[in-house]
T-cell receptor, first 116, second 113 residues
């Protein structure tokens, strides 16, 4: 079974620009979560999508947004990029959660975003 | 505030030696605790998931323990190998569905020959 894939793997953008990152979950997984990883803040939860709906959201400004398509693929968008947005962006997928059961999350390799 | 704290921040050991990494958490509600291994530039890979009713869980040379009363967990690595060099991250979901993860700062382990 193919793992979580993310594209592109590396990206260089200029301040003020916007960027869209893509994540394809493991087949059959309906939940996709996004995380930001920086040396200073470590890993932080951005948001989670399930069945095309944002179900949970972390403490990030509105410049960070996302969406999920009917095939569970997800995109994350960052508008008006700032230098501090330079980070590794990870997405993770898991089976649909129900009845209080917590499923394991499988991470993709990440997209390394550099803002200059 | 939900928090996960790990110690030490970094650790250097010789190949073949054992080591233990620590994790303290204050996350509520608590459903499970996870240890991940992350190689440089790669996504984290799950090592173990422990529910509140489990005290010990092993995955090869990795053994995790959990004390839900004191809210502490440890990850013990036996007979370390060079490939164990990585960051080890303790993770606790802050929602019952397990999709909002609170991460510790990680322990960066370096195994030297």
């Amino acid at each position: 079974k193919a793992g979580v894939t993310q594209t592109p793997r590396y990206l260089i953008k200029t301040r003020g620009q916007q960027v869209t990152l893509s994540c394809s979950p493991i087949s059959g997984h309906r939940s996709v979560s996004w995380y930001q990883q920086t040396p200073g803040q470590g890993l932080q939860f951005l948001f989670e999508y399930f069945s095309e709906t944002q179900r949970n959201k972390g403490n990030f400004p509105g410049r960070f947004s996302g969406r999920q398509f009917s095939n569970s693929r997800s995109e994350m968008n960052v508008s008006t990029l700032e230098l501090g947005d330079s980070a590794l962006y990870l997405c993770a997928s898991s089976l649909a959660s129900s009845g209080g059961i917590s499923y394991e999350q499988y991470f993709g390799p990440g997209t390394r975003l550099t803002v200059t | 505030k939900n928090q996960v704290e790990q110690s030490p921040q970094s650790l250097i050991i010789l190949e073949g030696k054992n080591c233990t990494l620590q994790c303290n958490y204050t996350v509520s509600p608590f459903s499970n605790l996870r240890w991940y291994k992350q190689d440089t530039g790669r996504g984290p890979v799950s090592l173990t998931i422990m529910t509140f009713s489990e005290n010990t869980k092993s995955n090869g040379r990795y053994t995790a323990t959990l004390d839900a009363d004191t809210k502490q967990s440890s990850l013990h690595i036996t007979a370390s190998q060079l490939s164990d060099s990585a960051s080890y991250i303790c993770v606790v979901p802050s929602d019952n569905a397990g999709n909002m993860l609170t991460f510790g700062g990680g322990t960066r382990l370096m195994v030297k020959p």
